[in-house]
């Protein structure tokens, strides 16, 4: 039998934080939080309670996470990473290319358009405000994820002969831009949605794009 007292890994000091023997614990802690943190907000969560919601103890949620403020920046991680399970970014399909667009163009504003996607922005804003690094965390895992994959999408579209491009991140950018348009203010300010608008925008946003990019024959 062994006499080996010493804690777990995880529970060690200077174990790496973020990465439990137990992934289960993590991904219950993550999930209470997550509930926690969009529902009253940073300030008003407490590790206690977190630690209650999820059946661990205080000291395990801070052996895995080493504060509340690592605790918020892996659920924004955990967050982004679900919410991307919504929307995948797909150029690669039959079909013209102006048909292609119009698809991620729709699928784009459909996704940013959900109600848990508007409240899950202002909540990483407003904490954003006291703690920088939840914003950086939240755009590395977010939106500039989803700009690389459509800026390789377009790369394969340039060296297929289809379009034009010299620098990719900022037609990415615009094409995007184009197709939110004012409506994404809107939104976020709890104004109307106008499918027919919407259509508007993003059809208008595929011609100036194509008039701006396609290869001529």
Partial sequence: MS??????????????????????????????????????????????????????????????????????????????????????????????????????????????????????ELRIAAETEHAPEIGRSFLDAGPRNMRNNFVEMLRREVAAGCLQIDDLALAAEQFVSMCKGFGDLERRFGATHDPERTQERIEGAVDVFLTAYARSE
């Avoid at 690592?70 to 659920?75: N, P, Q």
């Fill in 3 to 120: 006499t080996d007292t010493s804690p777990p890994p995880a529970e060690r000091p200077g174990a790496r934080l973020g990465r439990p023997a137990d992934e289960g614990k993590r991904d219950a802690i993550i999930e209470a939080a997550s509930q926690m943190f969009f529902d009253v907000g940073f300030a008003a969560t407490a590790i206690e309670q977190v630690a209650s919601k999820a059946g661990v103890s205080k000291v395990t949620v801070y052996n895995h996470f080493g504060d509340k403020r690592g605790l918020f920046i892996a659920t924004v991680e955990h967050e982004c990473t679900r919410m991307r399970g919504y929307f995948t970014l797909d150029l690669n399909t039959p079909g013209a290319l102006r048909d292609r667009l119009l698809h991620l163009g729709k699928a784009m504003t459909a996704f940013l358009a959900r109600p848990e996607m508007t409240r899950f």
